[in-house]
């Protein structure tokens, strides 16, 4: 036998069982996103590798070390994208978009990172994410934030995450705190570890979201960013926690909060959970107002989040709130000369009839007790049964699957349709 070719380590395939689950999230997903007048973008999976170095930042763990970065047969360099808001950026000033108008927009897909594979962290993995652009209030930050929150209570996992959230002032902020915090590392150099040695030179910012222990007691003592805010900084910062207060979203400031992609100013947030080990940030986000303009557009101000569907359908499945979907609410089974042609017939005549109802057709005939073993498996609440004489009366039979003892009746097509409803909005 030929040897099986397995897929790439971190990119998984989703099975029946995944999938109609995944809809159903989804589904949910979507139809906020759409209540709250938000609109869907499609943009390409591959882009110019120059767009992410450009929007992302060369010194981000991304750029660094996570893309999927090829050349093409023309020589170009691509990279699948590792996150959506720098196509969506690239799309919207291409198709002039955000000049003088305001968008607010999502997308759903995969991303590509090549990280170490463990458990809520892939190779390809989704993201729903939001972008919002044209709009500078902290109004719209809060409108962003209670989306997701709406989210989380549709899910009833709202108890289950944190929202944790902090300011990153403005640029000329960050860089007079920069300098205060490169002088604060050097003066512990030798109390640092590798990757933040190698950070204080490189991207200071992010050794504030150290995991090692001793730094981050180190920590404790260092200068804090919101120390070097001025008074617009200021202003954003608490409007958006007193819209969050009294929207009833309960958040912690996190003054370590940066998050790993360069474009963010201003809001930073992130929601975490317990439940999902060291993999708990589900979605993260932030306003981003130079990242139109870096990348060529018209000074433009943005906002938004994305939304890591792994870990959404880990958390929702670790905490029982989503289950599989059987496959079939009726199985049509059939025995005898011409049924099959007519078990096709009546299938799709129930199809018709019964809207959103998933009909199943039992297809190579057999033995009835194999064809009910089917039926019971798919799950489906109804077995349609067509014999000789069904085909003969032009009837069906029908069997409640739920409730065994009940007896099997005959049916004209038109009553079947009014029987199986009934048994199954039961
Ligand atoms: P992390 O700190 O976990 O690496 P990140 O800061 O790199 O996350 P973002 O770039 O902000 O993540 O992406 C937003 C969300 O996408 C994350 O909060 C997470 O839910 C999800 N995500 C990011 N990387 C992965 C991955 N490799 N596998 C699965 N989900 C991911
Ligand atoms: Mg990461």
Not at 103 to 121: A, D, I
Not at 173 to 192: G, I, Q
Not at 195 to 219: F, I, M, Q, S, Y
Not at 365 to 389: H, W
Request: hydrophobic share 35%; aromatic share 8%; proline share 2%.
């Amino acid at each position: 036998m030929a040897q099986t070719v397995q897929a790439i380590r971190g990119m998984n395939d989703l099975l029946p069982e995944n999938t109609s689950v995944w809809q159903k999230i989804e589904k949910v997903i979507r139809s906020t996103l759409t209540s709250y007048g938000y609109q869907e973008v499609r943009m390409p999976i591959v882009e110019k590798t120059n767009l992410f170095c450009r929007a992302i930042g060369e010194v981000t763990d991304v750029v660094e070390k996570e893309m999927y970065s090829f050349e093409d047969r023309s020589k170009e360099h691509l990279s699948l994208r590792p996150e959506g808001t720098a196509g969506c950026v690239r799309a919207c000033i291409e198709h002039n978009m955000i000049y003088n108008q305001e968008q607010r927009l999502w997308y759903m897909g995969p991303m590509f990172r090549h990280e170490r594979p463990q458990k809520g962290r892939y190779r390809q993995f989704h993201q729903t994410g939001v972008e919002v652009f044209g709009l500078t209030g902290p109004d719209i930050d809060a409108e962003i934030i209670a989306l997701t929150y709406s989210l989380w209570k549709k899910f009833g996992i709202e108890n289950d995450l944190e929202l944790q959230i902090n300011s990153l002032g403005s640029s000329e902020e960050r860089a007079e705190y920069k300098k205060a915090l490169v002088a604060f590392l050097e003066a512990h150099f030798d109390e640092l570890d590798e990757d933040c040695k190698r950070r204080t030179h490189t991207n200071p910012l992010r050794v504030l979201d150290t995991k090692d222990e001793n730094v981050a007691e180190l920590l404790k003592s260092a200068p804090k960013l919101s120390d070097y805010f001025g008074e617009e900084t200021k202003a954003h910062f608490d409007s958006l926690l007193s819209y969050l207060d009294k929207l009833g979203i309960k958040y912690t400031i996190n003054h370590r909060l940066v998050r790993g992609l360069d474009y963010y100013n201003l809001t930073v947030f992130e929601w975490v959970t317990t439940a999902l080990g060291a993999q708990g940030t589900v979605c993260g986000g932030g306003r981003y107002d130079t990242l139109v303009e870096q990348l060529g557009g018209a000074p433009t101000k943005a906002v938004g989040f994305a939304l890591g569907m792994e870990r959404l359908v880990l958390l929702l499945e670790t905490l029982q709130k989503v289950k599989a979907d059987s496959a079939a609410d009726v199985y049509v089974l059939g025995s005898g000369e011409g049924c099959e042609l007519r078990q096709l017939q009546v299938s799709s005549f129930l199809r018709d009839a019964l809207e959103d109802v998933r009909v199943f057709n039992h297809c190579g005939g057999g033995k009835f007790k194999k064809q009910f073993q089917r039926a019971d498996k798919s799950g489906a609440k109804v077995a349609v049964i067509i014999g000789e004489s069904e085909i003969a009366n032009n009837t069906v039979t029908i069997k409640n699957m739920c409730d065994k003892d009940s007896e099997q009746k005959e049916y004209t097509l038109e009553e079947s349709v009014k029987i199986i409803k009934s048994i199954i909005n039961k």
